[in-house]
């Protein structure tokens, strides 16, 4: 696949650089402008960002960086299966156990709600950072809400984080979490307040909790360039925010995704069949 002229390859991360080292110059420089792209793409055509994974990973699959990469672009195709095997890959080659929680949120893209709560309850989890363990809470309500455990799913995401006034790179998420909860459970002024946070939290628009609460208020959207009418909108929507949060029920890929297990994976697969 053809990559622009004005990606060179440097504008990855110093820690992937440094991966990179141990192959040969001219393949590290071809592989570092493929993640690039995927970086690049990910958010926007996360169907192109897949295809450049697929090039790095065929140029460097023993590089833990570029499992990782290609695990987020799957991901991000939900293609659920393939992802949680390159997520596994990567966490094999490095120890790091920072992908934990979206490989419990692959299982639940799977269908298997009850593994990603094991996964919440598992040793790793005290091992992660704060963030790590917010994404974990996040996940775990998630999948509570899969098996219908509304209550559950909003005991769930209550805490020291959820209450906190400081604002953390997480806290519009966790937020409008736990409004969406709320809401579902039939708690409608509670959910409004909490929508209101996530709206005040929300500084980089990684949630669309403004029009969620809008459209509790009753405030109806349209298109400001819709018909001819030189009647003014009651309402004209800003920009929207981004669509989706990992707190929503993931649903499973159509297609026939073949499982990338290696022989270390064996157990592990062998235990998912039974379930």
């Known amino acids: 696949m053809p990559i622009p002229e004005d990606v060179t390859g440097d504008e990855i991360d110093k820690d992937v650089r ?27 055509d996360p169907e192109q960002a897949y295809e450049y994974s697929k090039i790095a990973l065929r140029l460097a699959s023993r590089v833990a960086a570029v499992r990782e990469a290609a ?4 991901y991000a195709n939900q293609k659920f299966s393939e992802a949680l095997a390159e997520f596994r890959a990567a966490r094999r080659m490095t120890g790091n156990v920072e992908l934990w929680p979206v490989m419990a949120d692959c299982e639940r893209g799977l269908g298997r709600p009850e593994k990603a709560l094991d996964m919440a309850g598992a040793p790793e989890v005290a091992k992660l950072d704060k963030a790590g363990q917010v994404e974990m809470r996040l996940v775990a309500a998630g999948a509570r809400r899969d098996m219908d455990q509304l209550d559950a799913a909003i005991v769930t995401l209550q805490g020291p984080e959820l209450a906190s006034n400081s604002v953390q790179p997480w806290t ?12 579902a459970a039939g708690r409608e002024g509670e959910a409004r307040e909490w929508f209101a ?62 499982e990338f297990y290696d022989e270390d994976d064996e157990e592990f697969e062998s235990e998912n069949d039974k379930g």
């Open 18 to 44: 440094q991966e990179l080292q141990s192959l040969p110059k001219g393949l590290a420089e071809d592989v570092a402008k493929n993640l690039v792209m995927v970086a690049k793409l990910i958010d926007e």
């Open 71 to 74: 695990g987020f672009a799957a």
């Open 172 to 183: 519009a998420r966790l937020r409008y979490a736990y409004a969406d909860a709320l809401l």
């Open 197 to 258: 946070k996530a709206v005040e939290s929300d500084r980089d628009g990684s949630t669309d909790a403004s029009d969620r609460l809008a459209e509790m208020d009753g405030v109806e959207f349209v298109d400001a360039f819709e018909g001819e009418s030189d009647e003014a909108p009651a309402a004209v929507a800003g920009p929207k925010a981004v669509e989706g949060d990992d707190d929503e029920p993931w649903v499973e890929d159509d297609e026939d995704v073949e």
